[in-house]
Nanobody
Framework: QVQLVESGGGLAQPGGSLRLSCVVS????????ISWYRQAPGKQRELVAR???????ANYADSVKGRVTISRDNKNTFYLQMNNLKPEDAAVYYC?????????WGNGTLVTVSS
């Protein structure tokens, strides 16, 4: 059974940083696209960052370029480092893996940005 479990969300001040983690079990990163999405209240889920197994470098939403970095380790975890957080970054963040045509999601971790 494939499981993706996010952590690292919480309250940050504007200008602050958070590092989100996604621990993956039941599937490997080989031949997989790994991504972070977010969904703010009343808005559609949107792609934040993607690390594809076929192309480099990573892709980022225009709204986060220069502030966010997606990365992975060699085992079972990938990350989203977010710096210089803005109030508009507040959302539930979801990790996602697409592998061999199958799409897997975590349950999300809440990021709140407020002073």
């Amino acid at each position: 059974q494939v499981q993706l479990v996010e952590s690292g969300g919480g309250l940050a001040q504007p200008g602050g940083s958070l590092r989100l983690s996604c621990v993956v079990s039941g599937i490997t990163f080989n031949f997989a696209d790994i991504s972070w999405y977010r969904q703010a209240p009343g808005k559609q889920r949107e792609l934040v960052a993607r690390l594809s197994w076929t192309t480099t470098p990573a892709n980022y939403a225009d709204s986060v370029k220069g502030r966010v970095t997606i990365s992975r380790d060699n085992k079972n975890t990938f990350y989203l480092q977010m710096n210089n957080l803005k109030p508009e970054d507040a959302a539930v963040y979801y990790c996602n893996i697409v592998r061999v045509g199958m799409n897997y999601w975590g349950n999300g971790t809440l990021v709140t940005v407020s002073s």
